[in-house]
């Protein structure tokens, strides 16, 4: 896995954590990094996406409500919440194609979560994409 796959998952997991212990993402990637090495980049990039997308939660929630048509933000699982919050982030940056982010959530839904949530988690990304 490459180090920025290991960032998208770090952060994802951050934010995860973030939000079920109602704490920060650095907090939160304090845990999760202590017990496995990282090289520096990969921490560094997992560090700043938590925390962008962290900070931008709202607004992207917010884009994620007005996209999962029939599904209320709190219906919508916290793993995959913390997906989508990571990937609408990344997505509206730019400095990545977008298809890798796709491709990364995607991978993180069915690894960590389901392949619906996939299926789910890459219609959204990829409505966001058709309406921006």
Do not use: C
Request: no cysteine; aromatic share 6%.
């Amino acid at each position: 896995m490459g180090k920025r796959s290991t960032s998208r998952r770090i952060a994802m997991q951050a934010i995860y954590q973030a939000e079920i212990a109602g704490s920060d993402p650095e907090t939160a990637l304090k845990n999760i990094t202590e017990s496995e090495r990282f090289i520096p980049e990969t921490l560094e990039f997992a560090t700043n996406l938590a925390k962008a997308a962290w900070d931008a939660r709202e607004e992207n929630d917010k884009i994620i409500s007005g996209l999962a048509i029939d599904w209320p933000l709190d219906r919508i699982g916290k793993v995959d919440r913390s997906i989508l919050r990571l990937a609408i982030y990344e997505l509206k940056i730019g400095e990545t194609p977008s298809a890798v982010i796709i491709n990364e959530a995607v991978e993180l839904a069915k690894k960590y979560s389901s392949n619906e949530a996939a299926k789910f988690i890459n219609g959204i990304l990829g409505a966001y994409l058709r309406k921006s």
